[in-house]
């Protein structure tokens, strides 16, 4: 039933100065894969084949990632190197991927608008690559199943601190099952003082086509940007939104902290560095 998904990747990456001035953030390397191939990865597994990336100037080196590189794949099979010839090609046959600027940094939810004719008329997903979640079952995947089952748009909820409270959008709950809400309101980053609840939506959505309507009807903020967030706010006034307390560990590898966290986790469950990375980390106590 979803056969899009949206990934905007248009950003400054301003929390990664002075590296992004010159490298894409989602092309900063967890172990030895880019963060939005994570995110590529996450979308195929949950049965989405047509993914269209939100890019900017100074960007072009994400196309060239997904690309096909024939002079590179010549010196790796002259030079016998089948096992890195395999990956690199992997790499460009991922998905079938498309191309939109988003000329002017206007927020989140303008990003997402300017998808609308990629997506027509019919349920989509989005992606924010800087969440990279590790899961048995694609977190994505787990959000369709919800919307199969309730045909309506469903978001990824996470249980947060009271710091949380001030970096994520909070939602006011009523709940349905032990993992599953339904959404009544939204606020933007409120603090725990405003908060509706300890439960914030992170980078995973479904939706129905009707939030573009919803987006253009969204007042700019006083930063100028529209905000995904208080769009799907106007969406619960019309129609059913769930929140789903996926299942699995997220790194927010858009925070250096999380980045780290997410580069030391995800190489633990490669054979070739668990028992290096433990015995070094086990030296630093």
């Known amino acids: ?3 899009k998904a949206v990934i905007p990747a248009a950003g400054f990456g301003t929390r990664f100065l002075p590296v992004t001035k010159a490298i894409p953030k989602e092309m900063l390397p967890i172990v030895d894969k880019p963060l939005i191939q994570y995110g590529i990865e996450e979308i195929i597994s949950s049965g989405i084949n047509q993914i269209l990336i939100i890019t900017s100037r100074n960007k072009n080196s994400i196309e060239d990632y997904f690309d096909r590189n024939p002079e590179l794949e010549k010196i790796l099979k002259e030079k016998g190197k089948k096992d890195l010839l395999k990956e690199i090609k992997k790499v460009a046959d991922l998905a079938y991927i ?3 600027r988003q000329k002017e940094m206007l927020g989140l939810g303008h990003a997402v608008l300017i998808a609308e004719d990629f997506i027509g008329n019919e349920p989509f997903a989005i992606l924010l690559p800087d969440d990279i979640i590790d899961s048995d079952k694609p977190c994505l995947k787990q959000l369709i199943e919800v919307y199969s089952e309730y045909s309506c ?3 990824a909820l996470e249980k947060v601190d009271e710091e949380g409270t001030r970096k994520y959008g909070i939602i006011k709950p009523k709940q349905i099952s032990d993992r599953i809400f339904e959404i009544e309101d939204v606020i933007e980053k409120p603090g725990p003082e405003k908060a509706y609840s300890n439960l914030a939506v992170i980078g995973r959505y479904v939706f129905e086509p009707l939030i573009f309507s919803e987006l253009k009807r969204t007042e700019p903020d006083s930063k100028g940007e529209i905000q995904l967030t208080n769009a799907f706010g106007l969406l619960t006034k019309k129609r059913p939104v ?6 699995g560990k997220r790194y927010d590898a858009g925070d250096k902290l999380g980045f780290i966290e997410a580069n030391i986790k995800l190489a633990l469950k490669r054979k070739e560095f668990e028992k290096r ?3 070094f980390l ?3 106590q």
Not at 242 to 247: K, N, T
């Open 1 to 3: 039933m979803i056969r």
């Open 98 to 100: 498309t191309y939109l």
């Open 153 to 155: 748009s469903v978001v």
């Open 242 to 247: 769930y929140g789903l307390v996926f299942e």
């Open 277 to 279: 990375i433990k015995k």
């Open 282 to 284: 086990s030296s630093l």
